[in-house]
């Protein structure tokens, strides 16, 4: 449980306590170390047949391809299908696909190409339901230490299966690393089954071409047009290309430039992992010491001078050491870019806007492979020489992308501005919204789309559309409304005030990000204070009007799930006075009611 001192900051380990996060992230362990296994033994089954560093190359292009043909369809669906039931079959058929590769080999290798095809199709749905779901599962200040060691379950665990890939493939055999595979996604498919995540699904499923085309276009609309995500995408494109570049050498520079054992290539890859998962540790504790942009550029730099002296050494031991480093430097860099991705993107767009950027990322990261394959008619020393000198710029891009560039000098502008904001009078007067107004609402919230035309009416005749300057207070800590409001174009910044006159829980929504539902609904003061930092309009909703959407149970899902994150990340203040309730009082919270009356909560002492 997390500490209940008010303004104090939880341990890196507290969110292991959360049991749906505890069972995820132990499947992702699990299910990692076995996908390590066959990563490698892949890898090394098709290089001992061929002898060729594009054909290992073509055995990772093959995990990449289904997420440039149906990669931003499947985010989607992610959108709109419940998420756990994704995550479970998505584990269940990868692990049935494994299971056959020792059989299908025997007939031809072409058959691996077609298992790994098939299984990265299913990926492209998995991965970024998992990555939606996850700020489901953790509040807000121990979402870097969740992501921290969701990346050591992701990929640090790749240690274990790496170093066990090379013994298991010269001693037992190396049919059995992909039988060992299959069992850990039945594992995994089980954890999932345990785990009691939100429910996601939209009973107005997306099917139709003209309907997927126009949820497809909002993502992708959304991930260009909001500056810091379009900043990670320059910059994380960089980055793929180096990587996909070295990835795919790794194996030739090993036994070429080297002249290592494959024992010695598994090593590599193990102690790799080995490093991410020590700065994944030390992430967990110390990831919101700096922004996540100024992390992006200290691991790409980092990764960038490690790999220069890696391209340059002939010492097998000295390589070692060097990729066990650069493992360390890319840890930073994975944590600071899911943060960038969930802090900066609405619940109901996260599996279309993650789908986006994977495909974008793996665009890239293909056109990256592909160069690698030029290592069979050019010294591998230059190609992986060229990798590190991408990962430098990316590091040096990081540095000036609006968004990205001295993030945290513009995060202090922001808590100056909060405190300078002035008390009342910043809101425009506002007018009523018109049928353009809930088309852009209901544009960044699909789940509203399904509302009947009484609460449409509802929404026209008793909302307002209000505009605020930067720097205006929208709303204040301690001060009582019976409103919430709907972002429709702009940004805020968001903080819960302490005593010292510093804030906590710092942050920042963006368009399609709603705020105040809970003040509105339980009548108790607010507990932040709201500043717009660039032009914004809201859409201020009644809480009566609230109330009659949360009848809808896609939306009553959303605003819910919101209320119960926002409160456990407040629970200082805002828990002990909701402790009480039952499901009484949360049924009660979907129930309209009349024109002007409260909700009855039992729990509530007042």
């Known amino acids: 449980m997390a500490s209940s001192v008010p303004g104090a900051r939880p341990g890196p380990f507290a969110v292991l306590r959360r049991r749906n996060f505890a069972l ?21 089954l098709v290089y001992r047949l061929t002898g060729s560093a594009l054909s290992v190359a073509l055995t990772l292009m093959a995990t990449v391809i289904p997420n440039l043909l149906i990669g931003l369809i499947a985010g989607v669906y992610v959108d709109r299908v419940d998420r756990k039931r994704i995550l479970m079959v998505s584990d269940l058929l990868r692990g049935l696909l494994v299971l056959l590769v020792p059989v299908l080999v025997a007939l031809h290798i072409a058959w691996l190409y077609v298992v790994i095809l098939l299984a990265s199709a299913i990926t492209t749905f998995f991965d970024p339901a998992f990555e939606a779901i996850l700020p489901e599962l953790a509040p807000d200040e121990e979402l870097g230490a969740a992501n921290a060691l969701m990346s050591i379950s992701s990929f640090g665990s790749n240690a274990i299966g790496f170093a066990a890939a090379g013994l298991i493939s010269s001693t037992i055999g190396i049919d059995w690393a992909f039988r060992i595979d299959a069992a850990t996604f039945v594992f995994s498919a089980g954890c999932v089954f345990l785990a009691r995540l939100p429910v996601t699904a939209m009973p107005d499923l997306a099917s139709s071409v003209s309907s997927v085309s126009s949820n497809l276009r909002t993502g992708l609309r959304y991930l260009f047009h909001t500056p810091i995500l379009r900043s990670l995408v320059v910059a994380m494109a960089i980055y793929a290309l180096g990587v996909g570049i070295w990835n795919s050498l790794l194996l030739p520079f090993s036994e070429r430039a080297l002249h290592a054992t494959e024992f010695e290539y598994s090593l590599q890859e193990g102690l ?28 790409f730099l980092a990764m960038g001078a490690t790999g220069i002296l890696y391209a340059s050494t002939s010492s097998v031991p000295f390589a070692i050491l060097l990729v066990m480093i650069s493992g360390f430097a890319n840890a930073p860099g994975n944590v600071g870019k899911r943060l960038i991705i969930q802090r900066h993107t609405p619940r109901d767009l996260r599996g279309r806007v993650n789908s986006a950027y994977f ?55 922001s808590v100056a501005m909060l405190r300078a904001a002035p008390a009342t009078g ?26 009947g035309d009484r609460d449409r009416g509802a929404l026209l005749d008793r909302s307002l559309v209000r505009e605020a300057a930067p720097g205006v207070r929208i709303v204040s800590h301690g001060e009582t409304s019976r409103a919430a409001y709907f972002i429709l174009d702009g940004q805020v910044l968001v903080g819960h005030p302490r005593d010292d006159g510093s804030y906590r829980n710092l942050a920042t929504l963006v368009t399609g990000d709603y705020f105040g539902e809970v003040a509105a609904i339980t009548g108790r003061p607010r507990t932040a204070d709201v500043v717009a930092t660039e032009p914004t309009t809201v859409l201020e909703v009644p809480a009566e009007v609230l109330r009659g959407l949360m009848a809808n149970e896609a939306v009553s899902h959303i605003i819910l799930a919101t209320m119960s994150r926002r409160l456990t990340e407040r629970y200082a203040v805002d828990l002990p006075r909701l402790a009480g309730l039952g499901q009484e009082d949360l049924l009660d919270l979907r129930t309209p009611r009349a024109e002007g009356a409260a909700p009855v909560l039992q729990g509530d002492a007042t």
């Open 24 to 44: 995820l992230w132990t499947g992702q362990l699990v299910s990692t170390i076995g996908s390590a296994l066959t990563s490698i033994a892949a890898g090394i």
């Open 272 to 299: 790799t992992s080995v490093g991410f998962v020590a700065a994944s540790l030390l992430m967990a504790n110390y990831v919101d010491r700096l922004r996540e942009g100024q992390w992006l550029a200290l691991s």
């Open 359 to 413: 495909v974008q990322r793996d665009i890239v990261f293909l056109a990256g492979m592909g160069l690698a394959g030029l290592a069979d008619i050019v010294d591998v020393r230059y190609l992986v020489m060229m990798s590190a000198v991408l990962l430098v710029g990316a590091g040096l891009f990081a540095l000036v992308l609006p968004g990205l560039g001295q993030p945290a000098a513009a995060w202090r502008r």
């Open 426 to 451: 910043g809101l425009t007067v506002g007018r009523m919204p018109t049928l353009e107004d809930l088309d852009r609402m209901f544009g960044h919230l699909p789940a509203l789309q399904g509302l």
